[in-house]
């Protein structure tokens, strides 16, 4: 049930294109590493999950969406927020445990949503998100609309045994899903080659009659193709479909990952011949595209913006004590 995504891909974008998918994935690696410098000096607490190198994941596949389309993840999820429109300063704020936050400073890294953008979390439980992208399927299909649920979760993830139950049911109701699964190549600090039978995880519906593809989650407009193929199927009502992402995280699982699993060199190899960014000007450059003051200026825009979320979010007051209940439903 695997399709060969080379062949059924047309890899070509505009420079229009290419220059929002450039600023798009630039404000998640800025906004990013200065989370990563707020969580150092102390002003982010508990875990924090950095998505250095796979940004262009969430911005190939926000490419391909349309309103009403639901994004839900796990718990590396400050880039689908800022892929879904979501305000870097409620973002940061909710990062810095602010009232100003999205979930009003109680959430933090892993626990924020936004119904406005249809972004339904950010789930720290391996995996748990991924049934409940199947209820959002299920959603749309009680609700009789065309929307689709974009389900992400890592190579990890996709060894729960929960992940099948939902592919499963999935498959059997022809729900309108697209599961998307970033293989970053490591669970924590276990490699595929060591967790997986099969390494092949676009095949994991394949038991369930679910199509997939493996896809170089380096190069945006890769996915983007990809995407529109797999939420093309989805809306059609054909049913689910399983895209693997194959990308690469720069830091640690989390902040406090050492990340001593792997070389130094083999980082720098990434780095040096995949960064998703530095492909985007590649591409732009082969469109003929030669303006390096108007990059530059894009990443200085980008680095004010991250700023001010940053200026917003310390600024912020903490939730007030009269507040710790507020919210809580059960």
């Given amino acids: 049930m695997a399709d060969d995504a080379s062949a059924k891909t047309n890899l070509s974008a505009t420079t229009e294109e290419l220059l929002k998918y450039y600023r798009d994935m630039l404000l998640i690696r800025r906004f990013e590493e200065r989370a990563g410098q707020l969580y150092g000096m102390g002003h982010i607490g508990g875990f924090c999950h950095l998505y ?4 262009a994941v969430v911005v190939g596949m926000e490419a ?61 439980i391996v995996g748990a998100s991924v049934p409940l992208g199947v209820g959002l399927g299920f ?29 499963n049911m999935a498959q059997l109701w022809k729900l309108p899903v697209v599961f998307i ?19 092949h995880l676009y095949r994991r519906g394949a038991a369930f009659g679910i199509p997939g593809m493996e896809v170089d989650g380096m190069d945006v407009v890769a996915v983007r193709e990809a995407g529109r193929q797999a939420v093309e199927h989805a809306r059609k009502g054909e049913g689910p479909y399983v895209l693997e992402m194959k990308t690469y995280r720069y830091r640690g699982h989390s902040m406090s990952d050492p990340a001593k699993y ?15 960014i530095k492909r985007c000007e590649q591409r732009l450059s082969e469109n003929g595209f030669s303006d390096e003051d108007q990059l530059k200026g894009i990443d200085k825009e980008i680095k004010a913006i991250v700023k001010g979320a940053a200026d917003f979010a310390l600024e912020s007051p903490e939730p007030a004590a009269d507040q710790l209940f507020t919210d809580i439903y059960a």
């Fill in 262 to 276: 792997r070389t130094r060199e083999e980082v720098d190899h990434i780095r040096e011949t995949s960064d998703p």
């Fill in 64 to 124: 391909v969406k349309k309103d009403g389309d639901q994004t839900i993840t796990g718990y590396r999820d400050h880039g689908h927020m800022l892929a879904c429109g979501m305000d870097p300063k409620g973002v940061m704020a909710e990062l810095t445990g602010r009232e100003g936050g999205y979930s009003k400073g109680k959430g933090g890294s892993m626990h924020m949503f936004s119904k406005e953008k249809e972004f339904y979390g950010g789930h720290g």
């Fill in 181 to 199: 699964i970033e293989n970053n190549q490591y669970a924590m600090g276990t490699s595929v080659k060591r967790s997986h039978s099969d390494t």
């Fill in 139 to 167: 959603a749309n299909r009680y609700r009789e609309n065309d929307s689709v649920s974009l389900t992400y979760f890592g190579d990890g993830a996709s060894n729960q045994g929960q992940i099948f139950e939902a592919m």
């Fill in 52 to 55: 250095i190198g796979q940004e």
